[in-house]
Nanobody, 119 residues
């Protein structure tokens, strides 16, 4: 019933920026939070950032704190991930998800959007 449509990925040079969007269709706010995760080639999925729908409490992975910013537009049922100061190690497929908490209990996932950071 809930669909997540992601966009905004692309190829950028190290130090550059991207903004990822995740548009949610359905009763997304039945869940407590939204999250962004990423999976690099040959590696497990890892939590990147999360935000609650209510007051916008956020949580970040240590690897991205200070560089990435998660936000949401409740009226548009959309969450964003602003990626700044990108590093080659940020290269991954980025997924958004509906979650019961900040980075856990995620039960719906988007299709993923590729972020590639060149040296």
């Amino acid at each position: 019933q809930v669909q997540l449509v992601e966009s905004g990925g692309g190829l950028v040079q190290a130090g550059g920026s991207l903004r990822l969007s995740c548009a949610a269709f359905g009763r997304t706010r039945d869940n407590y939070a939204m999250g962004w995760f990423r999976r690099a080639p040959g590696k497990d999925r890892e939590f990147t950032a999360g935000i609650t729908w209510t007051i916008g409490t956020t949580r970040y992975a240590d690897s991205v704190r200070g560089r990435f910013t998660i936000s949401r537009d409740n009226a548009k049922n959309t969450v964003y991930l602003q990626l700044n100061s990108l590093k080659p190690e940020d290269t991954a497929v980025y997924y958004c998800a509906t979650c019961v908490g900040l980075g856990y209990g995620c039960n719906n996932w988007g299709q993923g959007t590729q972020v590639t950071v060149s040296s």
